[in-house]
């Protein structure tokens, strides 16, 4: 069942980031992350007695790191998507934001995976980075920031996923608990710094559905680490940028070019191949 929630966990990713796209359209980027991670909180405080786990300090200290790593390399990663190129930024993101975890629980946690699955991990990563980028965007020599800051905010994205996984196995979903609360303050008193506006309008409800299926991308992926590998949970949820992307051809009517749509392919067959192995 891990893979099969893990991949659950990406399409719900794919979704919350493509609705949530459109909502930072209408608003500022900081005003959808705040609004989304009061409302996933929100969303799964009604659900903690129904679920399964006890509340413990470790469970909530180590999901709020986890919520400051996914804060953080957020608001890298906007800032950054804002200077471009694009082109850069996203694919180095998305791809870090999946190595990290990959090579942790390979080298640290010791996740065995089977010759096919190793395969897989290469043609996902690979697939990824060709999904993420930008047609036509210029890269030169001189992009050092950028390919700086896709890193950082991979490697944040990435730290995100190992502490989640590091909870206490207990501790049921009160580690995302720990995880919205920090965010939600950290991004609230950031805005207070900058004097910037919380009021979403007529975001509101694109910010909602974000919020909602993202607190949901995050329960199904905490599940696909309790009962699987670190390592192959994170990757198959760090596919999100192939849903988000079909999801904004089918809606927005954005095309694909040839290569992105090689990439998408090559995702299927990494999904195919890690579930198989």
């Given at each position: 069942?891990?893979?099969?929630?893990?991949?659950?966990?990406s399409l719900?990713?794919?979704?919350?980031?493509?609705?949530?796209?459109?909502?930072?359209?209408?608003?500022?980027?900081?005003?959808v992350?705040?609004?989304?991670?009061?409302?996933?909180?929100?969303?799964?405080?009604?659900?903690?007695?129904?679920?399964?786990?006890?509340?413990s300090?470790?469970?909530?200290?180590?999901?709020?790191?986890?919520?400051?790593a996914?804060?953080?390399?957020?608001?890298?990663?906007?800032?950054?998507?804002a200077?471009?190129?694009?082109?850069?930024?996203?694919?180095?993101?998305a791809?870090?934001g999946?190595?990290?975890?990959?090579?942790?629980?390979?080298?640290?946690?010791?996740?065995?995976?089977?010759?096919?699955?190793?395969?897989?991990?290469?043609?996902a990563?690979?697939?990824?980075?060709?999904?993420?980028?930008?047609?036509?965007?210029?890269?030169?020599?001189?992009?050092?920031?950028?390919?700086?800051g896709?890193?950082?905010?991979?490697?944040?994205?990435?730290?995100?996923?190992?502490?989640?996984?590091?909870?206490?196995?207990?501790?049921?979903?009160?580690?995302?608990v720990g995880?919205?609360?920090?965010?939600?303050?950290?991004?609230?008193?950031?805005?207070r710094m900058?004097?910037?506006?919380?009021?979403?309008?007529?975001?509101?409800?694109?910010?909602?559905?974000?919020?909602?299926?993202?607190?949901?991308?995050?329960?199904?992926f905490?599940?696909?680490?309790?009962g699987?590998?670190?390592s192959?949970?994170?990757?198959?949820?760090s596919?999100y940028?192939?849903i988000?992307?079909?999801?904004a051809?089918?809606v927005?009517r954005?095309?694909?070019d040839?290569?992105?749509?090689?990439?998408?392919?090559?995702?299927?067959?990494?999904?195919?191949?890690?579930?198989?192995?």
């Open positions: 069942m891990s893979p099969l929630l893990a991949l659950g966990a719900s990713y794919g979704v919350a980031d493509f609705v949530g796209a459109v909502a930072a359209r209408r608003a500022s980027a900081l005003t992350t705040l609004g989304m991670q009061t409302v996933g909180l929100l969303a799964l405080l009604p659900c903690l007695p129904f679920l399964p786990g006890s509340p300090t470790s469970a909530v200290v180590i999901g709020a790191v986890s919520g400051a996914g804060t953080g390399g957020l608001i890298v990663y906007l800032r950054f998507m200077r471009g190129p694009i082109g850069v930024v996203s694919p180095l993101a791809v870090t999946a190595a990290v975890p990959v090579a942790w629980g390979a080298l640290v946690l010791g996740d065995e995976l089977s010759i096919l699955q190793l395969a897989g991990v290469a043609l990563l690979v697939s990824v980075v060709v999904v993420a980028r930008v047609p036509d965007s210029a890269v030169h020599a001189a992009d050092i920031g950028a390919v700086i896709g890193l950082s905010a991979g490697v944040l994205f990435g730290g995100f996923f190992i502490a989640l996984d590091a909870t206490p196995a207990d501790s049921g979903m009160w580690p995302l995880a919205r609360v920090a965010s939600a303050v950290g991004l609230a008193l950031v805005m900058m004097a910037r506006s919380i009021r979403p309008g007529t975001a509101t409800p694109f910010i909602l559905g974000a919020g909602v299926t993202d607190m949901l991308a995050n329960v199904l905490l599940l696909a680490t309790r699987g590998l670190l192959i949970s994170a990757l198959l949820s596919l940028p192939v988000a992307l079909l999801l051809r089918r927005l954005e095309r694909l040839p290569v992105q749509s090689s990439g998408v392919v090559g995702a299927l067959i990494a999904m195919g191949m890690l579930v198989a192995g």
